[in-house]
């Protein structure tokens, strides 16, 4: 067993496919096919389960990707330690429901990166794909909400595909609206008080379903609702229809400019915003570091 065969399991996991991680790896894909091979032999174990739609890593896999990881960043750290080399590339992916704070801790520890190369994916994205993300690997982490309302099914779904939600903050719901809003002056707003305001949200494409919706109170009949797929076009729709969604209340200005405000909703809702991961994969060093920025920035 060598490192660069370490490197190979987890470059082909990243990329979903041999195909893709030799393009990537700069080698043939036979021969990367052939190196894994070698691994599985010496180790007495499959790592990836083959078929005809592709290769997915085997139970053992998984619990081999966490030793491998390990073990690659302990030998950086060691040759980092007496060599005087500066970092190697950093690699990290996070999935999170449309969150400002959690693009803030991301741009935050990016920012204090001293490495001169690293590549890092934060997706915004459906809440359906992120449990699928940090299922099949393409993400370490999953930022995301349990209420009351969608608990069961949520649940569910993290125990069927092998995952476990971490607490971060439990949040009184607010409403974003412009600073020019007919109600930004309000100390608190009923859903009454919102109806003739158009209701902005984040479309969930062809998992849609109430339980999956990143806005509470999903299921109040509303007679103007406008599905959106991004948070830059929400927020300028916030400004340009006098429109309103429903959130945790969190802004920073820095990101977001002032043009957008949280102003609390009267209700008894709350969310509880965590993250998800699969217990059995280890967390790199830029993971952990961001769970820990999360938790700086709530604080």
């Not at 920012?111 to 190369?117: F, I, L, V």
């Not at 607010?174 to 007919?182: A, D, E, G, L, Y």
């Not at 920073?252 to 059995?280: H, K």
């Amino acid at each position: 067993m060598t490192l660069q065969q370490l490197r190979y399991i987890v470059t082909i996991v990243n990329c979903g496919s041999i195909s893709e991680a030799a393009k990537q790896l700069f080698i043939t894909q036979p021969s990367l096919s052939n190196s894994v091979k070698e691994l599985e032999k010496e180790m007495g174990i499959s790592i990836f389960n083959r078929s005809p739609k592709g290769i997915a890593l085997s139970s053992e896999g998984t619990e081999f990707l966490s030793y491998a990881r390990q073990v690659l960043e302990q030998a950086e750290l060691l040759e980092q330690h007496y060599t005087g080399r500066k970092p190697l590339k950093r690699i990290c992916s996070i999935s999170t429901q449309h969150y400002a704070f959690a693009v803030n801790a991301f741009a935050n520890l990016v920012s204090r990166q001293n490495t001169d190369s690293y590549e890092f994916t934060l997706r915004e994205t459906r809440t359906y794909e992120i449990i699928d993300d940090v299922k099949n690997y393409r993400s370490e982490l999953g930022i995301l909400y349990v209420n009351e309302f969608n608990r069961k099914v949520l649940e569910k779904l993290f125990k069927e595909n092998g995952l476990v939600f971490h607490p971060l903050l439990q949040a009184d719901p607010h409403i974003f609206i412009n600073v020019s809003h007919p109600l930004a002056g309000r100390k608190s707003v009923s859903i009454q008080e919102l109806e003739p305001y158009p209701f902005l949200a984040f479309e969930q494409g062809e998992q849609n379903s109430f339980y999956f919706s990143e806005e509470i109170l999903s299921t109040i009949p509303r007679k103007k609702v406008i599905y959106v797929s991004d948070r830059a076009t929400l927020f300028n729709l916030l400004i340009g229809l006098n429109g309103y969604t429903i959130c945790s209340g969190i802004l920073n200005s820095n990101l977001n400019g002032d043009s957008i405000i949280a102003v609390p909703l009267e209700t008894e809702e709350s969310m509880l915003i965590g993250w998800i991961a699969n217990p059995r994969l280890h967390l790199s060093e830029f993971a952990k570091k961001y769970l820990e920025e999360l938790e700086r920035l709530i604080r």
